[in-house]
């Protein structure tokens, strides 16, 4: 065979070893960081969703003598909320505290539609460069108690189950505030477990908003809506 042709042979082989480890996304030596930011995550607490029914009637219960009444009560003082009674040590009456739970799911692959191209091989050097929030709505008539941002197992609603990883925490807001989107302070944990989520790009999984509320007699029942967003913005290296 001419020295030739052997040459022009040799070139078109390595050319295609290129393309097919490229295909495989064993290389990728056209792109700097891939771009993994989520969409924005809206989150909203109603107190309308909780189903309060003459909670100051509640709150005034007196429970000294038979401290089980306000569990039982509880049921009725709020009808759609996720609320527990119990029986204050101190004023000898009744609080509500009600459980805040929300969450959006996120899917990678549908946020970033590019991901698709990279055949399912898991993503290396992914980094969380900020996660923050913003309030772009506040009715409220109380200041809110810190929220809690988690991250879970698609099936995991709730941030009391064991598998919701806290990620950082979003403080107290007073009533009527509105907020431009500020950084929620992440935890050393926290981060690596999101990374570890998003390193595996193909599974969905959750991010959960959570918060206990107490009402306790005296105070003012709570009332009105708070809108938040979440936004997360992360990167993962060349070579995956």
């Known amino acids: 065979m001419p020295s030739s042709l052997r040459a022009v042979l040799a070139t078109g082989l390595v050319a295609l070893a290129g393309s ?13 960081d891939f771009d993994l930011s989520l969409e924005e995550k809206t989150f909203t607490v109603d107190t309308a969703d909780w189903g309060l029914t003459d909670a100051d009637a509640y709150l005034s219960t007196d429970c000294s003598a038979a401290p089980s009444v306000c569990a039982t009560a509880a049921q009725a003082a709020c009808t ?22 929300l ?5 990678l692959t549908e946020e970033q539609p590019e991901l698709q191209t990279i055949d399912d091989q898991p993503l290396v050097g992914v980094t ?21 941002l988690y991250v ?18 979003i403080p107290s807001v007073t009533p009527g505030t509105l907020l431009p989107f500020t950084d929620v302070e992440i935890t050393a944990a926290g981060r690596a477990s999101l990374v570890d989520y998003m390193t595996s790009f193909t599974t969905p999984f959750n991010i959960i908003v959570g918060a206990d509320i107490t009402m306790t007699a005296g105070q003012p029942v709570p ?11 992360a990167h993962a290296d060349a070579g995956f």
Do not use: H
């Not at 900020?130 to 009715?139: D, F, H, L, M, R």
């Open 152 to 169: 879970a197992p698609s099936t995991i609603m709730s941030p009391g189950d064991p598998e919701a990883e806290p990620v950082g925490d």
């Open 20 to 32: 097919a480890l490229a295909g495989c996304g064993l290389i990728a030596d056209d792109i700097d």
């Open 128 to 148: 969380i460069d900020s996660i923050e929030y913003a309030v772009s709505e506040n009715s409220m008539n109380i200041a809110t108690p810190p929220f809690t």
């Open 80 to 101: 759609e909320g996720n609320c527990f009674g119990s029986c204050n040590a101190t004023t000898q009456t009744c609080d509500l505290r009600v459980i805040v739970s």
């Open 223 to 233: 009332s009105g809506r708070l809108t938040a967003q979440v936004k997360v913005a």
């Open 103 to 107: 969450w959006e799911m996120v899917i």
